[in-house]
Each structure stands twice: as structure tokens, then as C-alpha cells.
């Protein structure tokens, strides 16, 4: 025979229980833990991978805006050589204005010299 070992206290085994029933709890929390952890994570990597989607498409449009700005500033330059080629284009206008005006006097004159000279050879011959 076995002799009797001594029993622990019930209120010790009770104690005991508890320990292990809160262990069990904790051990279940840890796990809830770990399962909303790993959510968590898979749900950042996401938001991370959006984030790098995001900044793929901000620097596409920088590079669009980019773009587009050197098309405004070549249209501008274009503008600006057009109005100095029509500022010429009318001071060449203006000029030649002043040509034919010098032209059409000297015509005139040119013509009255020649009626002039044309009375004078009529007098030259009735003489």
C-alpha cells in the first residue's frame, strides 16, 4: 500500500483551476490577437500597395502637366514670333503704302510733263 500523501487544500485547487481557466483565456486572446494582427497587416500591405498606385499615377500627371506646360511655353514662343513677324509684315506694308504713294505722285508728274511736252511739240509744228 501507498501511503497517504497529503492532499493539497481545495481552496488551493480552486486557485489552480482559475489559473489554468484564465491561461486557456489568455491563450484564446493571443490567438484573437494574432488573427486580427495578421488582418491588420494584410489590410497595411494593401493600403500600401493602393499608396504606390497613387504615387505611380501622381507622377504620371506631374509628367503630363509637365509636358503640357512645354507645349504652352512653345505656343507662347510661337505667338510672339507671329506678332513680331505681323509688326514687320505692317511696317513692310506701311512702307510700300508710302511707295506707291511716291509712285503714283511721280507718275502723275511723269504725265504732266509728258502732256506738257506733247503741247509743245504740237506748238513746234503748227510753227
Do not use: W, Y
Not at 23 to 52: F, H, P, R, V, Y
Not at 96 to 124: P, V
Amino acid at each position: 500500500m501507498v501511503p497517504d500523501q497529503p492532499q493539497p487544500p481545495e481552496n488551493l485547487m480552486n486557485h489552480m483551476a482559475q489559473i489554468v481557466q484564465m491561461n486557456d483565456k489568455m491563450i484564446e486572446g493571443m490567438i484573437q490577437l494574432q488573427g486580427g494582427m495578421q488582418s491588420l497587416a494584410t489590410i497595411s500591405l494593401s493600403q500600401c500597395q493602393n499608396l504606390e498606385k497613387l504615387l505611380n499615377i501622381a507622377t504620371q500627371q506631374q509628367d503630363s502637366l509637365q509636358q503640357f506646360i512645354g507645349i504652352l511655353r512653345e505656343q507662347a514662343l510661337a505667338i510672339t514670333e507671329l506678332s513680331r513677324s505681323l509688326r514687320e509684315s505692317l511696317d513692310s506694308s506701311r512702307q510700300l503704302a508710302r511707295t506707291i504713294d511716291a509712285s503714283a505722285a511721280l507718275a502723275k508728274a511723269n504725265q504732266i510733263t509728258i502732256k506738257a511736252l506733247l503741247e509743245e511739240l504740237k506748238q513746234a509744228k503748227l510753227n
